[in-house]
């Protein structure tokens, strides 16, 4: 099963390309985790905006369910961002 989820959020703090990168590189290393993969998707050129894509691949969708909300509620419970939209999707 692999599931997939795209969440929008906003960096307030950041003002410029170079902070939000900071904020964006601590963030994902946060969301290290096996079975699990993060990168930004878009508004690379935006400074206070960006799209974290979430994907868990696992035999079980529960398992998969499990680490993407583990990872939206890290998203979440930062105080840097703002998560202003989730979208998730099965895509196997």
Known sequence: MIL???VECM?????SLKEKRSVLKRILHQ???PN????ELDFQDLWQRTMIGV???SQS???CERLIDQAIHKLDHE??????NIHKQWLG
Do not use: F, G, N, R
């Open 31 to 33: 969301l290290d985790e």
């Open 79 to 84: 105080s840097t961002i703002e998560v202003t």
């Open 61 to 63: 969708s529960i398992q």
């Open 11 to 15: 960096i307030y703090d950041a003002q």
């Open 4 to 6: 997939y989820a795209e």
């Open 36 to 39: 699990l993969a993060a990168a």
């Open 55 to 57: 994907t868990s691949i």
